[in-house]
């Protein structure tokens, strides 16, 4: 085997100079500097299904958020969680080995971890619409053959797709079988459970989806072909910026990351005053609401609005079915997350929050500690995973009365229709959708919950963003000594001021957080601070 993945190594070879991470969200770059990562990332692939007995490992190619030059390739572990922490440090080794010692290094992992190569290897993977898409597929399949292992081409599909897939495909014939193991079974089950949860509701007015031009679009537009049409029940879906041939309009200006760190809506954007609008990113795991109110403008609904707006209505059908005492429900947020919210979440609706580095990987985690965890990026990207004890109480809990019954019935729809391995843009966007029919609500009745501090979010490139390093999640900076002393005064000076600063793990930058009591205050905290790191980040090459 060694020498077939040294000839196929030999056609993917490492760009001279380069150090590869996997960072946030597995390795992200400029598509032309991916080539060898993505075929040394089918290497840790096939090793890693062998290292758990031939179970299926998933891989994706997409640099969601990022620009359409960009691409990224991360790994998919069978349930459909992210990666093993563990495992993205021998991604990162073999994706910096020089070209001649891959199989050496490929050997060594399989010698140090016990892995036995006559086990099976099983992958499947997929992509976005990104034009370098195809090519980098190639060198994942390069990878996979000479590793000698089986794989599924998925071709387009949503990040949140390819993990469902991953834990079907894992799951198939068992009593936990997730579902049929097709793009098909997906849009059925999505849909199936949303019929059921919307059973005597009924959605108000239409909501407009903005695409981000990304692979949202196509997958949205085959999801609206098995949900209801809004006469029979559904709700009145208008897609925008749904355009994947043009390659240079992904995410621009448009999509989930614009519309929250620029806090307006995309300028193409035809929604008039109090219209319903959501944006999904360029893989389709995150989602932002937004819509204009004609008193004070435009006005963000975004992740933490939507955990908020989540874990109120599922603890309020747990009260209703009479499983509150015996359910652990909490919120999952990371450091971005408004103080406000935070606030809202313990005080109004008296549940725990705990806060965690950003990162999908590490929120899914936490979350899971809990019966029904609520977890969400401010930037949209989250989910609620119920444990096996919550799903047996939906499921065998005796109603006494029909109010109860139908509780009940919500919650079984729900834990249906909500993607349990990762935040899931198109069935959150449903998940919305059935709470606001439920509550009769409007946008702006969601948005009076609780108000936000004032917060901006800004990208500030210094010269070495690996010179910023974080505890307490990410809350403080430990590098470079004393710039948190600085940011600690700077930030007393504010009413309700706070602020952090972090290195990005999907872009070269280092990302400044702030928030106060008005708005000058927040973009002031944040423009002093922003000049600290700049400062204290050395000038960029
Ligand atoms: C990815 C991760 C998210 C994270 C975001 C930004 O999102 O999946 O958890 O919040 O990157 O991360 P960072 O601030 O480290 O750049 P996506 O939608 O790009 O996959």
């Not at 150090?19 to 390795?27: K, L, P, S």
């Not at 935040?423 to 509550?439: C, F, N, Q, R, T």
Request: hydrophobic share 40%; aromatic share 6%; net charge neutral.
């Amino acid at each position: 085997m060694a020498d077939q993945i040294l000839a196929a190594s030999n056609k993917h070879p490492k760009p001279v100079d380069r150090v590869f991470q996997y960072g946030t969200a597995g390795f992200r770059m400029k598509a032309t500097l991916l080539d060898s990562v993505v075929f040394r990332v089918g290497l840790v692939a096939a090793l890693r299904s062998r290292k758990l007995g031939g179970q299926t490992i998933g891989v994706m190619i997409t640099a969601s958020h990022n620009p359409p030059e960009d691409n990224g390739v991360k790994l998919v572990d069978p349930m459909g969680e992210m990666l093993e922490n563990a495992w993205e440090a021998y991604s990162t080794e073999l994706a910096n080995a020089k070209d001649e010692d891959v199989p050496k290094v490929y050997q060594s992992l399989e010698e140090k971890l016990k892995i036995n190569p006559e086990t099976p290897a099983r992958v499947i993977y997929a992509r976005d619409t990104r034009p370098s898409g195809p090519k980098l597929v190639q060198a994942l399949v390069d990878a996979l053959e000479a590793a000698g292992a089986e794989y599924t081409d998925y071709k387009l599909l949503t990040t949140p797709q390819l993990h469902y897939l991953t834990r079907c495909t894992n799951t198939e014939g068992t009593p936990q079988s997730y579902g049929d193991v097709s793009e098909k079974g997906y849009y059925e089950k999505l849909s199936e459970a949303f019929v059921r949860a919307m059973k005597g509701k009924k959605a108000s007015g239409a909501v407009t989806v903005d695409c981000a031009n990304g692979v949202g679009g196509p997958k949205l537009a085959e999801l609206l072909k098995f949900l209801p049409k809004a006469s029979a029940g559904g709700v009145d879906i208008k897609i925008i910026n749904d355009d994947v041939l043009k390659a240079e309009v992904l995410n621009h200006e448009c999509g989930a990351d614009y519309v929250k760190t620029k806090q307006r809506a995309p300028p193409s954007s035809k929604a008039g005053n109090n219209d319903r609008c959501c944006s999904l990113d360029g893989d389709a795991d995150r989602i932002i609401y937004y819509f204009n109110d004609p008193e004070h403008g435009f006005r963000l609904l975004d992740g933490d609005k939507i955990a908020t707006l989540a874990a109120s209505f599922i603890g309020d059908l747990a009260r209703e079915a009479r499983l509150i005492n015996g359910l652990k429900i909490g919120v999952v947020q990371t450091a971005y997350a408004n103080g406000a919210s935070t606030k809202y979440v313990e005080k109004q609706l008296g549940l725990p929050v705990v806060c965690t580095p950003t990162g999908v990987k590490w929120l899914h985690h936490a979350a899971t500690k809990f019966d029904v965890g609520v977890y969400f990026e401010a930037n949209g990207h989250g989910t609620v995973v119920f444990s096996q004890q919550a799903l047996k109480a939906f499921h065998t809990k005796e109603p006494e009365s029909p109010a109860q019954a139908a509780a009940l019935e919500t919650l079984r729809a729900l834990s249906d229709l909500i993607n349990q391995t990762v935040g899931d843009a198109l069935s959150d966007m449903l998940l919305v959708e059935i709470i606001l029919a439920h509550k009769s609500w409007s946008p702006r009745e969601w948005d009076l919950t609780y108000v936000d501090l004032p917060n901006r979010l800004v990208r500030v490139e210094v010269g070495d963003r690996n010179l910023f390093k974080t505890t307490d999640a990410e809350r403080k900076l430990v590098e470079p000594q004393g710039i948190q002393d600085q940011i600690d005064t700077l930030v007393k000076k504010y009413k309700d001021g706070r602020s952090f600063a972090r290195a990005s793990g999907t872009e070269d930058a280092v990302r400044v957080y702030a928030e106060a009591a008005t708005r000058s205050e927040a973009d002031d905290l944040a423009s002093k601070v922003s000049s600290i790191v700049k400062l204290e980040g050395g000038s960029k090459q």
